[in-house]
């Protein structure tokens, strides 16, 4: 296996990435608050301490190197959480801030409502139709292989998502290829667009049919940094032989009252009264959760 050296970056405790998440809700909100469009909130709320935890912990890669061959590759799968990756890189030093608000989802921004490796450079894929970032991954992991390096292929996944069949397509290679340098992580935040998961899709057991297809499965409280660093330290290395899931219970709109699973908030967009109404609720629930 090949390896480059690679600067992964600043080691943050369980405290100082939860403060990071916060931070990461808060300048959503604030996004949220001045773009004149709608923004996938709720999706985004769901998934911000999944990606603090990957952005500035599990993920080895360096914002200064970004075509580093040794680097882990990210993959959104759920390409709609897009403005969330993109403040998660900034706050890890790849983009900036005030550019994502001064340009988010305006005509030939780099900043779309979906992410473009293009336009973006240090992004790995596009993506943004749902069910292709696993099939993706399954072939960047495969080329891993076939080149020998050792870094590992992460994607994050809808769980509504995985109600397509490309998806159970890209499991099952997953495992014939025994692509353990492969792990997706599933946002199972049991709500669709514009229903809750289980009315529409019979999702359960759902752990089940990932261990069906022969992969390793962690499930986690994925709004609990002390579980999702712990599930990260502990995967397998990548020169082994199984895939990991790690199936990550959370809410839609989590920290915000009234966007917490609320089908309303799947995508919107806030006012000024709004925005400060979210914010004072953000802040309400993290004082509530530190006590
Ligand atoms: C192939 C495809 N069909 C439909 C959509 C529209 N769409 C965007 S988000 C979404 C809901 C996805 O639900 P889930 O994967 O659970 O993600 P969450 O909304 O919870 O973030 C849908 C249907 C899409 N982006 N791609």
């Given at each position: 296996m090949t390896q480059t050296s690679l600067d992964s970056g600043p080691r943050h405790d369980v405290a100082e990435l939860e403060d990071l998440a916060y931070e990461l809700r808060r300048k959503l909100l604030e996004l949220c608050g001045t773009y004149e469009g709608a923004v996938h909130i709720g999706g985004d709320m769901s998934v911000a301490d999944i990606l603090t935890a990957l952005f500035h912990h599990g993920l080895r890669i360096d914002p200064d190197d970004?075509?580093?061959?040794?680097r882990d590759r990210f993959v959104?799968?759920?390409?709609?959480?897009a403005v969330c990756m993109y403040i998660a890189m900034a706050m890890r030093g790849f983009f900036d801030y005030d550019d994502i608000v001064a340009t988010?989802?305006?005509?030939?921004?780099?900043?779309?409502m979906h992410p473009c490796k293009v336009q973006l450079p240090g992004v790995e894929a596009s993506t943004g139709?749902?069910?292709?970032g696993l099939p993706l991954a399954v072939g960047m992991a495969l080329g891993a292989r076939h080149r020998r390096e050792d870094h590992r292929v992460v994607t994050l996944l809808g769980d509504g998502e995985t109600g397509e069949g490309s998806v159970w397509e890209a499991v099952m290679a997953g495992r014939s290829n025994k692509l353990g340098n492969l792990v997706a992580f599933v946002d199972r935040n049991r709500q669709l667009m514009t229903s809750f998961a289980e009315e529409r899709v019979a999702f359960e057991p759902y752990p089940d049919k990932w261990r069906a297809f022969g992969w390793n499965v962690i499930e986690i409280d994925g709004h609990d940094m002390s579980q999702l660093v712990g599930a990260i330290d502990a995967?397998?290395?990548?020169?082994?032989?199984t895939p990991t899931v790690i199936i990550c219970e959370t809410v839609k709109g989590k920290g915000v009252d009234f966007m917490e699973r609320n089908l309303a908030w799947h995508a919107g967009s806030l006012g000024k009264e709004d925005l400060e109404r979210a914010l004072a609720s953000l802040e309400a629930s993290r004082e509530k959760e530190t006590v």
């Open positions: 970004i075509r580093n061959p040794a959104l799968s759920k390409g709609h959480a988010y989802g305006q005509l030939d921004s780099a900043y779309g139709s749902l069910g292709h995967l397998p290395a990548p020169d082994s032989d």
